[in-house]
């Protein structure tokens, strides 16, 4: 199967880029890299052939995006990975209902057939963020695919400074997997669907 990854680029100003490592909580990469990007050492820990590869990046068009871009793409072409490989989605800056809506229906879109995929939440804007977990919650239902991860990567700061020790890659996979799981409980039509999750989560 084709591995697609979908994320957003970091609107963090000229230079404000940092490296570090994201500590996985809860699950283990194989080969996590220092990165300004979480989704890179998700991209390093599981591919398997570049050839059967897209990644999907968001971004808007401001100078400060377009050099993190460039940044991402290098991360991303030491892996071994082409430039040709990633496909950029343009969000214009007023990101109201209807792009909103247009730019999930693109991203939809991209997502290749008999595809594996995983996504970082991480950059980008809140809406660009929510855009790709209902990305997540849709394709599975469109496409022949599996959600394989959902990620985000959290870099506390204190006083201004960024705390690398205590940067965290968490795996939000679950929450789609829940999402599925109460669908299901609806279609049981059970007299007490809240129970039956509880009694899943405490198995």
Same mark, same amino acid.
């Given at each position: 199967?084709?591995?697609?990854?979908?994320?957003?680029?970091?609107?963090?100003?000229?230079?404000? +880029?940092?490296?570090?490592?994201?500590?996985?909580?809860?699950?283990?990469?194989?080969?996590?890299?220092?990165?300004?990007?979480?989704?890179?050492?998700?991209?390093?820990?599981?591919?398997?052939?570049?050839? /059967?590869?897209?990644?999907?990046?968001?971004?808007?068009?401001?100078?400060?995006?377009?050099?993190?871009?460039?940044?991402? #793409?290098?991360?991303?072409?030491? +892996?071994?990975?082409?430039?040709?490989?990633?496909?950029?989605?343009?969000?214009?800056?007023?990101?109201?209902?209807?792009?909103?809506?247009?730019?999930?229906?693109?991203?939809? !879109?991209?997502?290749?057939? /008999?595809?594996? #995929? *995983?996504?970082?939440?991480?950059?980008?804007?809140?809406?660009?963020?929510?855009?790709?977990?209902?990305?997540?919650?849709?394709?599975?239902?469109?496409?022949?695919?599996?959600?394989?991860?959902?990620? *985000?990567?959290?870099?506390?700061?204190?006083?201004?400074?960024?705390?690398?020790?205590?940067?965290?890659?968490?795996?939000?996979?679950?929450?789609? *997997? +829940?999402?599925?799981?109460?669908?299901?409980?609806? !279609?049981?039509? +059970?007299? /007490?669907?809240?129970?039956?999750?509880?009694?899943?989560?405490?198995?």
């Amino acid at each position: 199967m084709k591995r697609t990854y979908i994320t957003a680029i970091s609107l963090q100003g000229r230079g404000g +880029l940092e490296k570090g490592i994201y500590q996985p909580d809860g699950f283990k990469l194989s080969k996590n890299v220092e990165t300004s990007f979480p989704i890179v050492p998700v991209i390093a820990s599981t591919i398997e052939n570049s050839e /059967d590869i897209k990644i999907i990046v968001l971004r808007t068009e401001n100078s400060d995006v377009k050099d993190n871009y460039e940044e991402f #793409v290098n991360e991303v072409e030491k +892996l071994g990975i082409p430039r040709e490989r990633i496909t950029g989605i343009s969000i214009e800056e007023n990101q109201n209902k209807v792009i909103g809506i247009t730019t999930l229906v693109r991203v939809l !879109e991209e997502i290749p057939e /008999d595809s594996l #995929v *995983y996504a970082d939440t991480t950059f980008g804007t809140k809406p660009m963020s929510a855009i790709i977990l209902y990305a997540m919650n849709c394709i599975e239902n469109l496409k022949d695919t599996e959600v394989e991860g959902i990620f *985000y990567g959290e870099l506390p700061r204190e006083g201004g400074k960024s705390k690398w020790e205590r940067a965290r890659l968490y795996d939000l996979t679950a929450y789609k *997997y +829940l999402t599925d799981v109460i669908q299901q409980l609806k !279609e049981l039509e +059970l007299s /007490d669907p809240t129970a039956a999750i509880k009694t899943l989560i405490d198995m």
